[in-house]
């Protein structure tokens, strides 16, 4: 079975059903949606894409995003979804990398074609309107064969070496992911809505497979973004929505229901669950979210090469406040979710008692494929089936697994993974820089943010403002540094190598 054809069943099992609204207007129904996916599907075919071919999605949260990616995947083809905040030369790299053939975009995201593609469809466009025509019987419309093994979604994260890595993620993948939030995450019934605030190209996206799996409904904002009187309007309009969310869109709920004066029972009215994970989640903040909004709170823990599975902290166990350990668990990630094993392993693999820190490792169908064309990287991270996440932790005798520290240089901002080294390329590039290093600094609101500690040249002009503008023509506006730091120097060991550590412990709090 393939992805398709969870579209398939509710079509004909509630063919009627609204299934997508865009703001809280209907916009497609199941049968609807299947006719349009499958009109696409048919003439992606006609035009000589064949199964395994890779289609781009770059642009913002739309109802079509939901339609071209079902087509893409009842034609066969493997879906790469580019966030809609990357600069349109990081996204061609990515073309040219996956090899994608044909891209869908929006016109704000992707004003100017992308070079590598055969052909760019914008989906507000009256050619998008022409290959999404709805056929008289989807069910005529052949689903492409595809074995459980075969790629379905290629995402492209970063890495600590500069260059996005391709995961290859499979029908199993991602049926496994969908099946596992039911029982681990939230249960879903067909009255429950979804709602696509953060970026349908991550983790928001992916859960509309689940969501489909059991007839629910798909709420796309006419923002296309988090606005937060927006979906508190859209849950109170359509019906109590679940969402994921970074823990910055948590605190921006959080902040906009209390600064109106809402009550975890009109909270409640709007929203039936928040699913957050993606970035560390302060203690005092889910306290604090939990005393305004009430329980309905979910943890998950995954990284894109096991895609929303790892661990889930539960509404329950984050609800307990009696439980004599229950701020210990707040501060943890949770338990292994069902399809999975979670270790904490020391350098050579070796799985360390109850309590010891090591690195966290994954086992299971969620565990991605490896990596696209890189054979190098799929080695390094993973052994013997296990996946080496570069995260550092621990697991109590419970089985709660708490994250203490990230082996990578990673920098999680409000969500988003940003590597230093592709901000320190891009810097080094700019005229009058000597050196540049780029570390994290704890932010209240970001989690955190970019800071740029820069050598100039002796006798060069660079200041923050030409250091910024310079970013701005290279790459995506959330990656580039919040703050440069001019300096004389950058602190090194013996062997040359920057001393990041020490420039992190000039930015800490006093």
């Known amino acids: 079975m393939q992805l398709a054809h969870l579209l398939l069943r509710h079509a004909r099992l509630n063919p009627d059903a609204t299934a997508v609204f865009y703001g809280s207007a209907h916009w497609a129904s199941h049968a609807e949606w299947a006719a349009r996916s499958a009109g696409l599907a048919q003439r992606l075919r006609d035009a000589g894409l064949a199964p395994g071919d890779r289609v781009l999605l770059f642009m913002r949260n739309h109802p079509r995003y939901l339609e071209v990616l079902w087509a893409a995947w009842w034609a066969g083809l493997v879906v790469v979804p580019v966030n809609a905040k990357l600069h349109p030369r990081e ?54 064969e595809r074995a459980p093994d075969d790629l379905a979604w290629l ?54 497979i689940p969501h489909l799996m059991a007839g629910a409904r798909h709420v796309v904002p006419a923002s296309g973004g988090v606005e937060p009187a927006e979906l508190f ?21 959080v902040d906009h229901a209390e600064a109106a004066g809402l009550t975890p029972e009109d909270a409640a009215r709007a929203f039936k669950t928040i699913v957050y ?4 989640m302060y203690l005092a903040d889910i306290e604090r979210a939990l005393r305004v909004m009430g329980p309905r709170f979910v943890q998950i823990y995954g990284q894109g090469e096991t895609p929303m599975v790892g661990t889930a902290l539960s509404r329950q166990v984050i609800a307990d406040t009696g439980h004599p350990r229950h701020r210990e668990r707040l501060a943890s ?24 820190i090591g690195e966290v490792l994954v086992h299971g169908d969620s565990v991605m494929a490896g990596y696209w064309r890189n054979p190098e990287a799929t080695a390094a991270a993973i052994r013997d089936g296990w996946l080496l996440t570069g995260d550092v932790g621990c697991l109590d005798a419970d089985g709660f697994l708490t994250l203490k520290d990230r082996s990578k240089d990673l920098i999680i901002s409000g969500g988003s993974n940003i590597y230093p080294r592709e901000v320190e390329e891009v810097l080094l590039t700019a005229p009058g820089v000597a050196e540049v290093a780029v570390v994290g600094a704890p932010d209240a609101e970001w989690g955190e943010v970019v800071v740029a500690f820069v050598v100039p040249l002796p006798g060069a002009a660079s200041t923050p403002e030409t ?44």
């Open 91 to 144: 996204a061609e790299w990515i073309v040219d990398n996956a090899q994608a053939r044909w891209g869908f975009v929006t016109a704000d995201v992707a004003p100017e074609p992308l070079a590598g593609l055969e052909r760019q469809v914008d989906v507000e466009s009256a050619e998008a309107e022409t290959l999404l025509a709805p056929v008289a019987d989807p069910f005529a419309v052949l689903v492409a």
């Open 155 to 208: 995402f492209y994260t970063s890495g600590t070496t500069g260059r996005p890595k391709g995961v290859m993620l499979t029908h199993r993948n991602l049926m496994t992911m969908g099946l596992t939030y039911g029982i681990d995450v939230d249960p879903v019934a067909p009255s429950d809505s979804i709602v696509y605030g953060a970026p349908m190209s991550h983790g928001a996206g992916i859960y509309a």
């Open 233 to 253: 309007a859209l849950g109170q309009q359509i019906g109590p929505l679940s969402t994921f969310a970074a823990p910055t869109i948590v605190k921006r709920l």
């Open 277 to 280: 994970g993606g970035a560390p």
């Open 333 to 356: 990630v949770g338990v292994a979710q069902t399809p999975v094993r979670v270790r904490v392993a020391d350098a050579q693999g070796h799985e360390l008692p109850t309590g010891e």
């Open 467 to 510: 250091l910024d503008q310079h970013c701005l023509t290279q790459m995506a506006r959330f990656k580039r540094p919040k703050r440069y730091l001019l300096v004389d120097s950058l602190p090194k060991n013996n062997y040359g190598k920057v001393l990041k550590t020490e420039l992190r412990a000039r930015l800490a709090p006093v």
